[in-house]
């Protein structure tokens, strides 16, 4: 049964800094890309962050770029984002996600997800 695990998320003031992790099971998690992505109340599912199978190459959002940092851990099947100073539009629930495609940024090509974590950034 293939599962993500979503945690880390919570009340953050603007220009904090937090850390989601995200724990696969029940795949070969080094055979998937990774992302997160991230849905705002009444707006679409977007993406944040992108890592390769091996951890070489990430892709970032506009909105994050140099803010934002994805990381895996292939032996304990972990995927992680540490975002840095955070501000009121980061607020949202943010997704785990495993596509064996490649680094892609639509949803749809995406096989597998969390139920998600919320952030919100208050000031």
């Known amino acids: 049964q293939v599962q993500l695990v979503e945690s880390g998320g919570g009340l953050v003031q603007v220009g904090g800094s937090l850390t989601l992790s995200c724990a696969a099971s029940g795949f070969t998690f080094s055979n998937y890309i990774m992302g997160w992505f991230r849905q705002a109340p009444g707006k679409e599912r977007e993406f944040v962050a992108g890592i390769s199978r091996n951890e070489v190459t990430t892709v970032y959002g506009d909105s994050v770029q140099g803010r934002f940092t994805i990381s895996r851990d292939n032996a304990r099947n972990t995927v992680s984002l540490q975002m840095n100073s955070l501000n009121a539009e980061d607020t949202a629930v943010y997704f785990c996600?495993?596509?064996?495609?490649?680094?892609?940024?639509?949803?749809?090509?995406?096989?597998?997800w969390g139920q998600g974590t919320q952030v919100t950034v208050s000031s």
């Open positions: 996600a495993a596509n064996r495609l490649g680094m892609v940024r639509s949803t749809s090509q995406y096989n597998y």
